[in-house]
């Protein structure tokens, strides 16, 4: 069958496949295949594509045929019911916790046989602790917590256990990657392991802070930026601070600030308005319910905090939270 497509290094195959998925333009009816040495990925929008792939690889549109798939693949809520998504960090999946333990590992044999390479099954019971990282209980395979995640071309090394990190949010990663320019002075203000900061500095001779208040989220970001450090173009610094105080701590000002706390940015909105350049751009994330997008808390913030001229652009969804809400992104561009 015949279907617009892509064409890559095939070594970028698994990110690329990845982002087109969560950002439902990948064909999925249809089996990618190699030519020539390169990848060719069957796609919905070619446009689409090129704009969410930009900074990964090289890329070429075709055209061309492609095999169906004879069986399409299993998904997790036809075998189960109760359970209909899991998270793969590296080579360890995690669901979502149900009060049934027979069910989940029920569930967790049934993703070792759909996802061969995962040699351990969590469940997350809750989100605790300061550093509000994930309550597990092991399921199935090896009782270890620490892997390795590839994604856009890096790698990352995650503990499931000690420190915050989302999968599902390569493409947003790249996205904001590709709207840094050169030469900027970037503030990531809840860097984790540092997935914002190493997407930027690999796409952009950009220079940024990454801050967190987690210890273990310091040690592994710096880690993964000394394994990185031959494919990044812009240099970065890892600093364990709260960011509450950084306007005490740092005279910088930033081109642009990225903060990724959306059960708590609106809080810090008065620290960003301080360290920010005429001209920036603040990406502000934030739990929105889906069919009301009222910004009223973020603009009474701002109003309090921000003595600047600014504009808001429209909430940019990037994740489901839940069926009603989701995690929005909001611009506040410096004017």
């Not at 069957?42 to 095999?67: A, H, R």
């Not at 009782?143 to 947003?172: A, S």
């Not at 392991?193 to 273990?216: E, M, Q, S, Y």
């Not at 809080?267 to 001209?279: E, G, M, Q, Y």
Request: positive net charge; contains cysteine.
């Amino acid at each position: 069958m015949n279907s617009p497509c892509i064409k890559i290094d095939k070594q970028y195959g698994e990110d690329v496949i990845k982002i087109l998925k969560e950002a439902h333009i990948l064909n999925s009816d249809l089996r990618p295949k190699i030519m020539n040495n390169k990848l060719l990925i069957p796609v919905i929008d070619e446009k689409k594509s090129l704009y969410t792939i930009k900074g990964i690889t090289d890329i070429e549109l075709c055209n061309d045929s492609f095999e169906e798939y004879k069986f399409k693949p299993r998904k997790l809520n036809r075998l189960i019911k109760g359970i209909s998504s899991y998270s793969i960090i590296g080579d360890i999946a995690i669901i979502n916790y149900k009060k049934d333990m027979e069910l989940l590992e029920k569930a967790a044999k049934e993703i070792v046989k759909i996802n061969p390479k995962i040699k351990s099954v969590y469940a997350k019971i809750d989100t605790e602790g300061e550093y509000r990282v994930p309550k597990l209980i092991l399921l199935y395979g090896e009782k270890r917590t620490i892997t390795k995640h590839k994604e856009n071309g890096l790698i990352f090394y995650v503990d499931i256990e000690k420190t915050y990190f989302n999968p599902k949010l390569g493409g947003e990663h790249n996205r904001i990657a590709n709207l840094t320019k050169d030469n900027e002075i970037v503030l990531d203000m809840f860097s984790g392991v540092g997935g914002f900061t190493l997407n930027i500095i690999k796409r952009n001779k950009a220079n940024v802070l990454g801050v967190d208040i987690n210890p273990h989220a310091i040690s592994l970001s710096s880690l993964n930026y000394i394994v990185n450090k031959k494919s990044l173009k812009g240099e970065a610094i890892f600093m364990r601070a709260n960011a509450l105080f950084l306007q005490d701590i740092i005279k910088n000002k930033f081109d642009r600030i990225i903060m990724n706390h959306p059960t708590g940015s609106i809080n810090f909105l008065n620290t960003a308005c301080k360290l920010v350049n005429d001209r920036a751009n603040i990406h502000l994330y934030a739990i929105l319910e889906n069919k009301n997008l009222k910004l009223d808390n973020i603009k009474n913030q701002l109003k309090i905090s921000c003595n600047k001229t600014y504009e808001i652009n429209e909430p940019r969804r990037v994740l489901e939270y839940s069926p009603k809400y989701s995690i929005y992104e909001i611009n506040i561009k410096l004017i």
